[in-house]
């Protein structure tokens, strides 16, 4: 039996080890349970990106003169494409695309998926065109990591009575699954915006209707894809910090009150 103390006038009984060890456990399974629900809000996206390989040819000649008509290329942004990468990776086989600021390049297979092209030179226009676009860019990585490190940090204990006053890291612990998704925040608006302008781009090189049509459910469905990452790892944080708050904060006695009438 462990020792119960007063705090405050209430009597609490701290939680033993072994409590701390099952909590533990049960934050695991819970996040990741939750975090293996990502493939589902992806696949809406991986299908139709699929799909439009057979009508690349109808999006690729307006893609290249993308970088044209919205001034790109005399920003120095460059295509490079992947087709002749001969490298066996995702961007190689027409499922992904990116675009590098350092290097000022949008890496995709031209062969296959340009309509995804214009929502990179989207990203080229965060990147090289806004102010605002520019800090969101800034803050995806910082934000990355920083919500990695909230999943850390509520695997951590509770050992402090919930009426004890707090210092900065017990405000953090009691928030950590909203700070979580707070910091994917910049990047699903970053994505958002690319997309857009993706969108107005292709709209000004004189791509017909149905087919900005198309684009934007596709565009959608990758939006759904960071939208469910930003969602599934701010509940999963917030599952586990639960969990562990549960397993690990000191228990209070409740006194019963007994009245002679
Ligand atoms: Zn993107």
Redesign the pocket.
Known sequence: MVNSYYYNGNEYIPKDANAGSTGFILASLASSAIMGTLPAFAKPFNKQLIKEHSQNHLYKDAFEKSLEVSGLDKKGVEIIPAQYLNDMSDVFCGQNA??TPKRKTITINTDKISIAGF??A??ALNDLKGKFGKILSKLRYPGYVAAAWMGFVAMFSRPKPKDAPKDVIDHIKDNCGKIAFACWLPTVL??GM??YKGIKLARKTGLAEPLIKNMKKLYAK?LLT?AGRATATGLAVGAASMIMDYFTRPKKVEIPKFSLF
């Open positions: 990116y675009y929502h990179e989207g990203h970053e994505e690319a997309s990758a960071y």
